[in-house]
């Protein structure tokens, strides 16, 4: 069973920076495709970035030069560090690990996301005021 906890969301002005980690237990790198979603109310939830063995770093367009993911294998922490922050990265932010699908991370980056194949966390605010 893959648990994941989230922490160092927080409130912002716009383009400032925050980091978020995602302490993560009870699964095993080469299997798994983790990273980060959003949802913001009203709006579905959406991939951010993932880090997946076979797939290497990957990113929604809406964020690539700005946000960048990041793993500690001794640490078993997954961080998203977020830089030059808009008020439309306002979100919940969720870190989550799906299997992966035949070597690749298309089930974390698959729309909409179905929330069942994957593990999630409790999500963690990130808020950016203009």
């Known amino acids: 069973q893959v648990r994941l906890v989230e922490s160092g969301g927080g409130s912002v002005q716009s383009g400032g920076s925050l980091r978020l980690s995602c302490a993560v237990s009870?699964?095993?790198?080469?299997?798994?495709?983790i990273g980060w979603f959003r949802q913001a109310p009203g709006k579905e939830r959406e991939g951010v970035a993932s880090?997946?063995?076979?797939?290497?770093?990957m990113y929604d367009d809406s964020v690539k030069g700005r946000f960048a993911i990041s793993e500690d294998n001794e640490e078993n922490t997954v961080d998203l560090q977020m830089n030059n922050l808009k008020p439309e990265d306002t979100a919940m932010y969720y870190c989550?690990?799906?299997?992966?699908?035949?070597?690749?991370?298309?089930?974390?980056?698959?729309?909409?996301?179905?929330?069942?194949?994957?593990?999630w966390g409790q999500g963690t605010q990130v808020t950016v005021s203009s």
């Open positions: 880090i997946g063995r076979g797939s290497g770093k």
């Open positions: 009870g699964y095993t790198s080469t299997y798994y495709c």
């Open positions: 989550a690990a799906f299997p992966l699908y035949m070597g690749t991370c298309m089930h974390f980056w698959r729309r909409p996301v179905f929330l069942g194949d994957g593990d």
